[in-house]
């Protein structure tokens, strides 16, 4: 059982950044690949960034590419969303995920956090 927890989020102003973070409980953080996705009001959660269990591998979704990145710190059971230039079609509730061999596709993971805001105003 691995439990999630996010935090980071708020209210920014386009163009500004914020950091998210996703502590995970149990001493298995290692076993599993880490995604965040997002879920803006009115539509479907879709998939953000991905790390593997290593953090050698990532991907990211086209819409945040070389203005997100993930990372993760395996000693700190903590994952990361470092996301800059904020644009207001980002705001969205965040969700750390947990997954083995788990990719772009939310039915590949297994653990799911409750959430945190992200708010980006214009």
């Known amino acids: 059982q691995v439990q999630l927890v996010e935090s980071g989020g708020g209210v920014v102003q386009a163009g500004g950044s914020l950091r998210l973070s996703c502590a995970a409980s149990?001493?298995?953080?290692?076993?599993?690949?880490m995604g965040w996705f997002r879920r803006a009001p009115g539509k479907k959660r879709e998939f953000v960034a991905v790390i593997g269990a290593s953090g050698r591998f990532t991907n990211y979704a086209d819409s945040v590419k070389g203005r997100f990145t993930i990372s993760r710190d395996n000693a700190k059971n903590t994952v990361f969303l470092q996301m800059n230039r904020l644009k207001p079609e980002d705001t969205a509730s965040y969700y750390c995920?947990?997954?083995?061999?788990?990719?772009?596709?939310?039915?590949?993971?297994?653990?799911w956090g409750q959430g945190t805001q992200v708010t980006v105003s214009s």
């Open positions: 995920a947990a997954g083995v061999q788990a990719g772009i596709f939310d039915s590949t993971y297994d653990y």
């Open positions: 149990g001493r298995t953080f290692t076993r599993y690949d």
